[in-house]
């Protein structure tokens, strides 16, 4: 059971940042011997909810151990030309590399034609400036030669919406899995509209600069209605088979609202739950012997060396439930030690 590796997460890890909400967090090691840790930031001066979806930009952060903790280096992929897919909001970082060096960060962009949400100004969900940044989400890619950049963005989006399909709405959460031959096989999260249920596709490129071509028409992972609801998936490849960790939004999976999912394929397509699927529980133990009930625990990924996996990286915050956005006042990035 996956989620029996997770070990006591130390408290004073992860990553947090001053005057900034945090969100996120995939880490890799670097040629300098020294983790580093890409993720969402955006400022507190606005609310945590909607402005992810309007403000956040990707930063990367570094350490001298895997569990941090990690301190600001740099933003990574600032605000551009709106006129980019890109353009105002970078989210959703996940780091990899493939074969000749190169540094592959993929991530969720989005733009919009309406002015950039301020302290003054901040708006609510409900918000145009917000429904529009959802539904013009897209997965792009990144790639550096470093670490340290510089970082080269494509002009067009990598996952494009389908209209009248079931991922009409946007591209979003991108699972990377950079394989052995230097293809990629990527998991994303889509939706037909803005009040539908979540669901995951799957493409893959056969190598970082060739194109993305979606392997099956139909979302993969389906469940029944009511728990047909998924996201934030982490893809890798054990050298047998992928394997999948996601968020579970009902409960009816893996038996806890908001807990992980733990899946298994032969081939990225046909997946099955894994015989004990639940990945983790919201329940976190920590490293001073305390336990928490965390409100939230999203976009989980992992830190995989020698193609084993060794660390587990979450969004967390200290709000009092999973809805309740008004009551936050710190999110950050933990660090769970896997056995």
């Not at 997965?139 to 080269?152: C, R, Y």
């Amino acid at each position: 059971m996956f989620s029996d590796r997770l070990l006591a997460a130390p408290v004073n890890g992860g990553f947090a940042m001053d005057g900034h909400w945090v969100w996120c967090g995939s880490a890799i090691r670097g040629d300098d011997g020294r983790y580093h840790l890409f993720a969402s930031v955006w400022s507190q001066s606005l609310p945590f909810w909607p402005c992810w979806v309007t403000n956040s930009r990707i930063v990367r952060a570094s350490a001298d151990q895997p569990q941090g903790p990690y301190v600001f280096e740099e933003t990574v992929l600032p605000a551009r030309d709106p006129s980019f897919w890109d353009g105002r909001m970078t989210h959703n970082p996940s780091i990899h590399r493939a074969s000749d060096g190169t540094y592959l960060l993929f991530y969720t962009g989005s733009t919009y034609d309406a002015p950039v949400p301020t302290a003054e100004d901040p708006g609510q969900w409900g918000d145009a400036r917000a429904a529009l940044a959802r539904a013009n989400q897209r997965v792009g890619l990144a790639t550096a030669p470093s670490i340290n950049g510089p970082w080269q963005r494509r002009d067009e989006a990598i996952i494009q919406p389908r209209p009248g399909k079931w991922d009409g709405l946007m591209s979003t959460n991108p699972a990377p899995c950079v394989l052995p031959d230097d293809s990629i096989l990527l998991v994303y999260k889509s939706t037909a509209n803005q009040t539908d249920l979540l669901r995951l596709g799957v493409s893959k490129a056969e190598h970082y600069n060739a194109d993305f071509k979606r392997l099956s028409d139909e979302s993969i992972l389906n469940f029944d209605q009511t728990n047909d609801h998924v996201e934030d998936p982490y893809v890798w490849y054990d050298g047998n088979q992928f394997q999948l960790i996601m968020k579970d939004m009902e409960g009816g999976i893996c038996g806890e609202q908001y807990g992980g999912i733990h899946a298994c394929s032969p081939d990225g397509i046909h997946w099955r739950l894994a015989d004990l699927p639940m990945a983790y529980s919201r329940t976190v133990k920590w490293d001073n012997g305390s336990t928490t009930r965390q409100a939230h625990f999203e976009r989980p990924q992992l830190l995989i060396e020698n193609g084993r996996p060794t660390y587990l990286f979450a969004a967390t915050s200290d709000a009092n439930s999973e809805t309740d956005y008004l009551t936050i006042t710190r999110t950050w990035t933990m660090v769970i030690p896997l056995a």
